[in-house]
């Protein structure tokens, strides 16, 4: 019997096109199920109206520190993502009354005000603690307490608060509580020595169960909150442009 090789190897191919049709196509279709499962029904999310409404699983302590740029803007990262889902997100500020290299406005400061539900204050001298650029030690110490104060007075507004609760947009953060509160450069005032570790420590341990506190500074390592908060990252650096003398840039830096 003679076989024809032709007639075979074009068989063979049809049955191997059919074969990875059908391969793909239930590739496609699993890949089509999967993303129905997902929480967006594999649709590409819509920006939506920001509402008021309550987070179900706030309450962590959380601690960003070291040498990295990156800190603050990381909180504030997160700022605007809660305050997106109708939170009530405040942040004060330490440390950070401006220097002869950041311009009197600042982007996050515009950007923050056209977000509902997303507010700021800032508590701190003109100039850098510790360096001889006008400004005065002592005034910085001032700052940094009057700015914990003013902290223990948020996080105890924030206790009388019901956090399971959506909590007006508008509304003053100590009056009515808030959902997150970044308190930037805290852990900085405290390695500066400005403000007591172990009232750190103790601010962060008084917090209301639902609350998210967010700690930013420091480029020493903060070991008196080792097992006091949640979430410690190390944003380390490994090169940065400040170390060739660039000064602070417009939109990048402030």
């Given at each position: 019997m003679t076989t024809n090789h032709d007639d075979t190897d074009a068989e063979a191919e049809a049955s191997t096109d059919?074969?990875?049709?059908?391969?793909?196509?239930?590739?496609?279709?699993?890949?089509?199920?999967r993303a129905a499962?997902?929480?967006?029904?594999?649709?590409?999310?819509?920006?939506?109206?920001?509402?008021?409404a309550a987070p179900a699983e706030f309450g962590l302590v959380q601690a960003w520190w070291v040498d990295g740029k990156g800190k603050t803007t990381a909180a504030m990262g997160m700022g605007f993502r809660a305050a997106g889902h109708g939170y009530r997100v405040h942040m004060l500020q330490f440390m950070k009354?401006?220097?002869?290299?950041?311009?009197?406005?600042?982007?996050?400061?515009?950007?923050?005000?056209?977000?509902?539900?997303?507010?700021?204050?800032?508590?701190?001298?003109?100039?850098?603690?510790?360096?001889?650029?006008?400004?005065?030690d002592d005034e910085h110490e001032a700052k940094a307490a009057a700015a914990f104060e003013r902290a223990e007075a948020l996080v105890a507004g924030a206790a009388d608060a019901d956090l399971s609760e959506p909590l007006p947009l508008d509304g003053e953060p100590e009056e009515e509580g808030v959902h997150m509160l970044i308190l930037d450069e805290l852990l900085y005032a405290a390695d500066r020595g400005l403000v007591d570790?172990?009232?750190?420590?103790?601010?962060?341990?008084?917090?209301?169960e639902d609350l998210e506190l967010v700690l930013t500074g420091s480029h020493a390592e903060p070991e008196y909150l080792d097992g006091v908060a949640d979430l410690i990252t190390n944003v380390r650096k490994v090169a940065h442009p400040f170390d060739d003398g660039q000064r602070a840039r417009r939109g990048t830096e402030y």
């Open positions: 059919g074969e990875t049709e059908r391969t793909d196509g239930d590739e496609t279709t699993a890949n089509d199920g499962r997902t929480p967006g029904g594999g649709t590409a999310p819509e920006p939506e109206p920001i509402e008021p009354g401006g220097a002869d290299s950041v311009e009197g406005v600042r982007g996050e400061y515009n950007a923050i005000a056209a977000v509902p539900g997303f507010s700021y204050e800032n508590a701190g001298h003109y100039g850098w603690h510790g360096l001889l650029d006008g400004s005065a570790p172990d009232d750190v420590v103790a601010l962060a341990e008084s917090k209301p």
